[in-house]
T-cell receptor, first 113, second 113 residues
Framework: GENVEQHPSTLSVQEGDSAVIKCTYSDSASNYFPWYKQELGKRPQLIIDIRSNVGEKKDQRIAVTLNKTAKHFSLHITETQPEDSAVYFCAASEGTGGFKTIFGAGTRLFVKA | GAVVSQHPSRVICKSGTSVKIECRSLDFQATTMFWYRQFPKKSLMLMATSNEGSKATYEQGVEKDKFLINHASLTLSTLTVTSAHPEDSSFYIC?????????FGQGTRLTVV
């Protein structure tokens, strides 16, 4: 089955700096890669996603890149703000909401003011 | 976005009793729902795929007799933790997909004493 590796487990940055989180996946059948932000005690919230037919996607301060050949994808947050502090999970699935989603271990991001 | 409601949000039960957690898709129909378990500061681990009108599909290592799943309608899936023990204490989250996105319930924090 699918296995998703995520690094780093903890990331601390200064406000205004960029943060990069990297993930790899194992199943070449996976073609949908969402990223979730989870604040303490709350449900995960989708922040951005990318499909396998796209190499890069950007939404304001957040961007994702995907290298399907190498089976890795990354989340880039620019101009970080204290409210970006949370746990971020990458994930992979074979399709849309009807397919099971396998999560990475998570990255705890701290943005220092 | 679509709304997935999970109930209860918190439950404390005695060891040996059973607990039922409900997951409802409020404004869409979901033929498939997913149940995850999350330990403190850990990732979401997929437990099972709940299929409307048929048996759930369990991930390796998850005891189907321990974690009973019923998906009797297109808007409701239930997870029953049977004969709960302290090691079952965890955060349980369901998700349901609509279109290209999976939406999460708010989670249930189960404490077995």
């Amino acid at each position: 089955g699918e296995n998703v590796e995520q690094h780093p487990s903890t990331l601390s940055v200064q406000e205004g700096d960029s943060a990069v989180i990297k993930c790899t996946y194992s199943d070449s059948a996976s073609n949908y890669f969402p990223w979730y932000k989870q604040e303490l005690g709350k449900r995960p919230q989708l922040i951005i996603d990318i499909r396998s037919n796209v190499g890069e996607k950007k939404d304001q301060r957040i961007a994702v890149t995907l290298n399907k050949t190498a089976k890795h994808f990354s989340l880039h947050i620019t101009e970080t703000q204290p409210e970006d502090s949370a746990v971020y999970f990458c994930a992979a699935s074979e399709g849309t909401g009807g397919f099971k989603t396998i999560f990475g271990a998570g990255t705890r991001l701290f943005v220092k003011a | 976005g679509a709304v997935v409601s999970q109930h209860p949000s918190r439950v404390i039960c005695k060891s040996g009793t059973s607990v039922k957690i409900e997951c409802r898709s409020l404004d869409f129909q979901a033929t498939t729902m997913f149940w995850y378990r999350q330990f403190p500061k850990k990732s979401l681990m997929l437990m099972a795929t709940s299929n409307e009108g048929s048996k759930a599909t369990y991930e390796q290592g998850v005891e189907k007799d321990k974690f009973l799943i019923n998906h009797a309608s297109l808007t409701l899936s239930t997870l029953t933790v049977t004969s709960a023990h302290p090691e079952d204490s965890s955060f349980y989250i369901c998700s349901a997909g609509q279109g290209h996105e999976a939406f999460f319930g708010q989670g249930t924090r189960l404490t077995v004493v």
